[in-house]
C-alpha cells in the first residue's frame, strides 16, 4: 500500500508541475498583454513598457517561470528595479486592480468555497446514494418508478433554475430563510453554526437536486448489477442477515463508480461553483474568478485557475487511494 501511495503522489507532483507551466504559458502568451491590463486605461506606450519592467515580463520566458513558481515557496520581490516590494509567502502576484497580494485574495474566498462544498457535498451523498440504494432494493416498484422520475426531473434543472426558484419561494415568498450573506464565511465564526447552516442551506440544496439526481441514476444501475452478481446469491445461501448482505457485501462492491463520481465532483466544486456563486452572490473562487476575469485582473485569474487545477488533480489521486481501501486488487496497477 505505502508504494502504491508513494506512485500516486510522485504523479501528483508532476501533474501539478505540468498544470502550472501550460497554465503560465497560456496566460503569458494570450491575446492580451498582461503589461496593457496592469497599466490601466488610457496608458502611454512608455507607461506599458514600464510595467513590462516592473511585471519581469523584460526577462526570458524561463526566467519568468522560475521566478513565479519560486513564490509558491517563499517569499520574492516584485515590482521595476529601485521600486521593488516585498509579496509575501505564498506569493502569487499582485492584484492588478487593488495592488493586493494575490493570495490574501484566495484566502478570503476559499472559506466561502468550503463551506458551500461541504455542505452540498453531505446532502447529495446522503441523497443520491440513500435513494439509488433505495430504488434497486425496490426495483420495479412504484417506488423505484418514484425515485428514477425524479431523478429525470432533477438532472435537467440547471442551477439557475432550482437556484431562483429557490430564492423565490423561501426568502420571498415564505421569508423563512435569509438572503446569502458575505458576513459569515464558517460554522467557527460568532453567528455560530446554525446562522451557517441558513446562509448556505439554499445553495446546498441547488447543487444537491443536480448532483443527486445523477447520483441516484448510478447506484441504482451499479446496484442492481451487483445485486445480480454470484457472490451475492452465494451470501444469500449461506443464510446471512439481508442487511449483511446489502451493506457489507453488496454495497462495497457497486460503490466504486459512486467514489469516483465524488472525487471529480469535489475537485470541481472546490475550484469554484461559478454559477451557483453568482447567483447567490457568495464570494468564494468561482465569483472572484469571474469578476477578475472581467475586469482584467491575470494575477488573480491564472492563480484561480492554478488552484481549480490543483483540486482536480487530488480528488483523483484521493479516488485512486480510495480505490484502493476499497478493492485490493487497484493496488497492483
Given at each position: 500500500m505505502m508504494?502504491?501511495?508513494?506512485?500516486?503522489?510522485?504523479?501528483?507532483?508532476?501533474?501539478?508541475?505540468?498544470?502550472?507551466?501550460?497554465?503560465?504559458?497560456?496566460?503569458?502568451?494570450?491575446?492580451?498583454d498582461p503589461a496593457a491590463a496592469a497599466c490601466g486605461q488610457e496608458c502611454t506606450p512608455e507607461r506599458v513598457a514600464e510595467a513590462r519592467v516592473a511585471l519581469g515580463m523584460d526577462q526570458p520566458f524561463l526566467?519568468?517561470?522560475?521566478?513565479?513558481?519560486?513564490?509558491?515557496?517563499?517569499?520574492?520581490?516584485?515590482?521595476?528595479?529601485?521600486?521593488?516590494?516585498?509579496?509575501?509567502?505564498?506569493?502569487?502576484?499582485?492584484?492588478?486592480?487593488?495592488?493586493?497580494?494575490?493570495?490574501d485574495i484566495i484566502g478570503r474566498s476559499l472559506p466561502y468555497t468550503f463551506s458551500m462544498a461541504i455542505g452540498a457535498l453531505v446532502?447529495?451523498?446522503?441523497?443520491?446514494?440513500?435513494?439509488g440504494l433505495l430504488a434497486a432494493l425496490r426495483k420495479g416498484s412504484p417506488v423505484d418508478k418514484f425515485i428514477v422520475g425524479a431523478a429525470s426531473v432533477g438532472v435537467?434543472?440547471?442551477?439557475?433554475?432550482?437556484?431562483?426558484?429557490?430564492?423565490?419561494?423561501?426568502?420571498n415568498q415564505l421569508h423563512v430563510l435569509p438572503f446569502t450573506t458575505n458576513e459569515i464565511s464558517s460554522p467557527f465564526g460568532p453567528q455560530g453554526p446554525g446562522a451557517w447552516v441558513a446562509n448556505y442551506l439554499l445553495p446546498w440544496i441547488a447543487l444537491a437536486v443536480l448532483f443527486s439526481a445523477s447520483?441516484?441514476?448510478v447506484t441504482r444501475t451499479n446496484m442492481i448489477e451487483t445485486f445480480g452478481e454470484d457472490f451475492?446469491?452465494?451470501?444469500?445461501?449461506?443464510?446471512?442477515?439481508?442487511?449483511?448482505?446489502?451493506?457489507?457485501?453488496?454495497?462495497?462492491?457497486?460503490?466504486?463508480?459512486?467514489?469516483?463520481?465524488?472525487?471529480?465532483?469535489?475537485?470541481?466544486?472546490?475550484?469554484?461553483?461559478v454559477?451557483?456563486?453568482?447567483?447567490?452572490?457568495?464570494?468564494?473562487?468561482?465569483?472572484?474568478?469571474v469578476h477578475a476575469a472581467i475586469s482584467g485582473d491575470l494575477p488573480v485569474t491564472m492563480?484561480?485557475?492554478?488552484?481549480?487545477?490543483?483540486?482536480?488533480?487530488?480528488?483523483?489521486?484521493a479516488v485512486d487511494l480510495a480505490y484502493a481501501a476499497i478493492d485490493p486488487r487497484v493496488r497492483l496497477q
Open positions: 508504494t502504491f501511495i508513494l506512485r500516486r503522489t510522485g504523479s501528483l507532483v508532476l501533474l501539478l508541475a505540468a498544470v502550472s507551466f501550460i497554465t503560465f504559458t497560456l496566460f503569458q502568451l494570450g491575446p492580451s526566467v519568468q517561470y522560475v521566478d513565479y513558481v519560486r513564490g509558491f515557496f517563499s517569499p520574492r520581490m516584485i515590482g521595476a528595479p529601485g521600486a521593488q516590494t516585498l509579496c509575501e509567502w505564498p506569493c502569487l502576484g499582485k492584484s492588478f486592480q487593488t495592488n493586493e497580494n494575490v493570495a446532502l447529495w451523498t446522503i441523497t443520491g446514494v440513500g435513494l435537467s434543472l440547471p442551477i439557475p433554475v432550482t437556484g431562483l426558484f429557490l430564492l423565490l419561494l423561501f426568502v447520483y441516484i441514476r451475492i446469491r452465494t451470501a444469500r445461501a449461506k443464510g446471512l442477515a439481508p442487511r449483511t448482505v446489502t451493506f457489507k457485501h453488496g454495497v462495497r462492491a457497486g460503490i466504486t463508480p459512486v467514489v469516483t463520481m465524488l472525487g471529480m465532483d469535489i475537485g470541481l466544486l472546490l475550484g469554484g461553483a454559477l451557483t456563486e453568482q447567483i447567490f452572490s457568495v464570494p468564494g473562487l468561482g465569483f472572484t474568478a492563480a484561480i485557475t492554478m488552484l481549480a487545477a490543483f483540486f482536480v488533480i487530488v480528488a483523483n489521486v
